[in-house]
């Protein structure tokens, strides 16, 4: 295994500090600031939610937003940078407050299923055939107030009205177990595995991947890759890391375990994920404390982090782990990985 991975993050990735108990601490910058910069970190590609492509897009006609977005695309090809994805942000609007295409509300669902159209309208602009979903309100604040059965209808309806919409376009959906919902109705990766078989066109149904979330559903982010990556569904990949079952994180890659880090680039390596053109993103925050100077240095650790285990992927001694694995001397076959992590 030897391609070179290519690599992509979103505006957002540049946050300005702000938490549930506090404000921003960095002041925010420019679009054109932020492209700069993943130029100069060496990144191929940049992830948008739809009002990251068009900012204030609520506000806009359907023929500005379009406009918008080629405007766009121009100032990507000028840079030499890829769209590699668009998302519709379904969980801001007064609109999605009971959730986007489960919600209560029968015009508010007909407003997430229209912006979503829209979306794939953007990212067909941007010369991307990947919409990301991320369901983050569709689930409940209580369980009575909803029923699943009903949602997952609803859910798949609007995954109907998408692939309809566009024959090219791939619905890559993002789980996530639960935050800002208690509980999420498409939580896993078998979860979004399932309901794309329910769907018109299970095989533009796939899924992005995100360390943090699957260790917020208390699942081993490897083994949901692997899981994705054998229905040839793996179709975008955020790497962070997360410290256990608490609120969403989003550390740098390797920051919390490297050796869960090590064995995702393993399974990364194993199945050649990038050689049909994937991108490995890196969905992380900067620390609060970080200064408008090392705003960057969250994604750049990142990047070089998993460079430094890609390396150590290749260089992973098979025939011994397969010697130790065929005698089931797991100990010894714990030690190989530490010693091998560690260096001499
Ligand atoms: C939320 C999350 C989002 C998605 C894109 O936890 O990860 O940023 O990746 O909408
Ligand atoms: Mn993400």
Known sequence: MSHTYRFCAGPWNWSEGRDPYGPE????????????ELKKLGFDAM?????????DIDTKTHAQVLAEARELKRRLDGEGIVAEMVAPRLWFSPR?????YTSNNPADRRYAIDRSLQSI???RELGTDILVLWLAREGTYLREAKRAGQAFDWLIEAFDAMLAHDPKIRLAIEPKPNEPMDHAYVPTIGHV???ATLTRDP???????????????????????????????????????QNGLKYDQDKPFGSVSLRSAFDQVRTLERWNYGAKGEYVCFDVHPFRTTAPGQWSAALDNSRRTFLRLVEK??????????????KLDYQALDQLVLEHLLGK
């Not at 999605?96 to 986007?100: F, L, N, R």
């Not at 260089?315 to 010697?323: G, I, L, M, S, V």
Request: glycine share 4%.
């Open 25 to 36: 601490t960095r002041p925010a910058q420019t679009f054109d600031w932020k492209l700069r």
């Open 47 to 55: 992830m948008f939610h739809d009002d990251d492509a068009v900012p």
């Open 96 to 100: 999605t407050v009971d959730g986007a």
């Open 121 to 123: 309208d953007i990212a």
């Open 193 to 195: 595995l399932a309901i």
């Open 203 to 241: 095989a533009r149904t796939g899924a992005l991947i995100e360390t943090a979330h699957c260790i917020l559903a208390g699942l081993d982010p490897s083994d949901e890759m692997e899981f994705a990556l054998r229905f040839g569904k793996l179709w975008s990949l955020h790497l962070n890391d």
């Open 313 to 326: 992927a290749r260089t992973f001694d098979e025939t011994r782990a397969q010697e130790l694995i065929s």
